[in-house]
């Protein structure tokens, strides 16, 4: 753990299960690999991951078994020890490179900024080799002239105990991508031949192992593991498929037929996925079916939940789930009498947790030099970057979803309308009155009570819009332009909404990229603890807040039990106003400020507003390479929020 953090306060109860084939997943790490430093439930850094999966892969070894560590993508965008560089990831790569995965694959994270695309070709690839595997994503190499695959096409190879497995990476159909990379439609990747010919590979495959950037349940509308499974089982009916998912942010667990599941791990470095398999038949395995002296693999691959599998409750809930396979192929019924057993775990990413998984090992004797090396390289970068620079003390906490909007504590109505009107002033118009609208999804993470440093500015607002305007649009159809915007769809690069991934409106989990609406997933998952200067022990039965997960095996997937975060619908856009007359009055005319993202939006509502705006009118209120949605926060915080600095008093995390 790093040196300022908390560890949990509650431990889980029950063994992991262990079958025949094991698997640790992370995904949609964007950057955290520091930990959640003031959230107790996530206070575990890369270097105690490094430690633990040390821990398992040595028991693996002693159960004779296998154990194989999986990452689907997203490792930027969200934290200042990723953010902070140019290109982004370009020291917390090499901290995240540690952990020695069997099979990763790409997010679209990293693919929006061709620096960063190429980060991830020349370096992060060559480093894992043919363990990246990235079906469906290509990059224009500058000295061939010519696209070629970022990491692998696919992997074939045998486990230590002799599974043969072959393994495919495919990302979500994305189209934000740098045009100096090539994302091709999974329903154009199953067509090709070489695609067609690894499935039909001329090797013995006993498992299929398809991880993605993508939405793991068939039924999530941006996910394409429907088309990925109809195939290959469609091919090869007799042999298991195991997915593993990404991108929407949520725990969730989903069965396709009798041998086929598919897991996703959450976000953030919240959540460490656990998954086991027994049953697998295969001539050429060597190690243990039911290893001895631990808990086995006991459940059938039979969706427990009809109709109402949920990614995270308290988060929302999959309306379309009646289930996954009502929407798969007649052939998955030459599955449904497989022998395979299988368990599923959400493991809170805390040293507690971990510790208590690490059998044999207390917290003291936990710790691999590997691991600690680790910590330590995280707390230097962090140094380095000057991440824990105050630059003020934020006098409560705002949160994204746990209040309502209007009330106190809601960081779009408490913070922001005031924050932007404070910060984003043009010297030479700042007499005139201006409004100020943002898309909320621009918000990625809670504001916490406390120190609000320069990483903290990544974590809660990362990207960098820039503000434009249009001068002298008369109040009468600015004032109506918020309204407009928040009346039609998002737009796409950071836009998750719940209806994205046949999500009910009962609330969900997170993606943070989101451009929030009504009921977006970046709304929903905001699990902390009670108390941050809390260090004792406590039961099992006390629960603190966090995941409470629903899946198609029901409600036993979270390895910590807690009580459910409220998590309350938020608008899409939100505006702050600045210099309006003292009398109360509205003035006649306004600058109509707005970020470059949603421009082609407000240009829209203003076409319907019958107004002929053309981007000839348009320029930008503050120069970008100064100002963006990056930096009104910080400024926010050096003016008004210097009460108590430098010993700002902390809070109890997200209000409950």
Request: include cysteine; glycine fraction near 8%.
């Amino acid at each position: 753990m790093q040196p300022d953090a908390l560890n949990a306060t509650v431990a889980p109860t029950r063994p992991l299960e262990w079958g025949q084939l094991n698997f640790l997943h992370t995904t949609d790490t964007h950057g955290w690999l520091e930990g959640h430093l003031k959230e107790q439930n996530y206070g575990a850094d890369w270097g105690d991951f490094v430690s633990f999966s040390r821990h398992l892969k040595h028991m693996a070894g002693n159960l004779s078994v296998d154990l194989l560590l999986i990452d689907t993508g997203d490792l930027h965008d969200g934290n200042g020890l990723s953010d902070a560089t140019t290109p982004d990831g370009l020291l917390s790569n090499p901290i995240f490179e540690n952990i020695n995965y069997d099979v990763l694959t790409i997010g679209n994270h990293e693919l929006y900024l061709a620096s960063v695309a190429y980060e991830t070709f020349f370096n992060f690839s060559t480093v894992y080799r043919d363990k990246y595997v990235t079906s469906n994503v290509q990059i224009l190499n500058p000295t061939t002239g010519q696209f070629q695959y970022i990491g692998q096409q696919y992997r074939y190879f045998t486990t230590k105990h002799g599974l043969r497995i072959m393994a495919f990476g495919v990302l979500y159909d994305f189209t934000g991508n740098t045009n100096v990379t090539k994302v091709t439609k999974t329903a154009d990747l199953v067509k090709e031949s070489w695609f067609k010919s690894a499935v039909n590979y001329t090797k013995p495959i006993d498992l299929f192992l398809v991880i993605g950037h993508n939405p793991v349940r068939p039924t999530a509308g941006e996910s394409t593991f429907g088309t990925l499974y109809n195939t290959i089982r469609g091919m090869r009916p007799n042999v298991p498929i195991q997915a593993f998912g990404g991108h929407s942010h949520i725990r969730d667990f989903v069965v396709f037929d009798g041998m086929s599941t598919g897991l996703e791990s959450g976000r953030y470095c919240e959540t460490l996925g656990f998954l086991s398999l027994s049953g697998i038949q295969s001539t050429n395995f060597t190690g243990s079916m039911r290893p001895r002296g631990v808990p086995n693999p006991t459940t059938k691959a039979v969706s427990m939940v009809a109709a109402t599998a949920t990614a995270s409750a308290g988060f929302p809930s999959s309306s379309a789930n009646a289930s996954a396979s009502a929407r798969l192929p007649t052939s998955s019924a030459n599955a449904s009498n497989s022998s395979i057993l299988y368990s599923r775990r959400y493991l809170d990413w805390n040293r507690l947790t971990f510790a208590y998984h690490a059998v044999g090992s207390q917290d003291i004797t936990f710790d691999y030099e590997s691991g600690l090396r680790v910590t330590s390289e995280i707390s230097a970068v962090r140094k380095e970057l000057n991440l824990t620079a105050l630059y003020g003390c934020a006098p409560e906490t705002y949160c994204v979803s746990c209040k309502p909007y209007g009330t106190d504590g809601n960081i779009y109505s408490s913070l922001l309308p005031v924050a932007l009107g404070a910060t984003v002033i043009n010297s030479s118009r700042a007499n005139i009155p201006r409004i100020i609208i943002i898309n909320s999804g621009s918000i990625r993470f809670d504001l916490v009570q406390g120190p609000f440093t320069y990483d903290d500015s990544f974590i809660v607002s990362p990207f960098t819009d820039g503000f434009q305007y249009i001068p002298g649009v008369p109040y009468g159809i600015a004032s109506q332009v918020l309204v407009g915007l928040n009346n039609v769809p998002d737009n796409g690069k950071r836009s998750l909404q719940t209806s994205d991934f046949d999500f009910t409106s009962l609330a969900g989990d997170v993606c943070p990229d989101a451009s929030l609406r009504s009921q977006t997933l970046d709304s929903m998952l905001k699990p902390r603890s009670l108390t941050r200067g809390l260090h004792r022990r406590q039961s099992a039965t006390t629960l603190t807040p966090g995941y409470t997960t629903t899946d198609d095996f029901g409600t036993d997937g979270d390895d910590t039990p807690h009580s459910t975060i409220p998590s309350y619908p938020q608008p899409q856009y939100v505006q702050g106003n600045a210099t309006f007359p003292a009398d109360g009055s509205t003035p006649a005319s306004v600058d109509l400020v707005f970020l470059d993202y949603i421009a082609p939006d407000v240009f829209g509502i203003l076409t319907g507003l019958g107004t002929a705006y053309t981007t000839a009118d348009v320029s930008y209120y503050l120069d970008p390479k100064v100002f963006t949605t990056r930096s009104y926060l910080p400024v926010y915080a050096k003016e008004f929020w210097q009460k108590n600095v430098p010993n700002c008093p902390s809070g109890g995390g997200v209000a409950k």
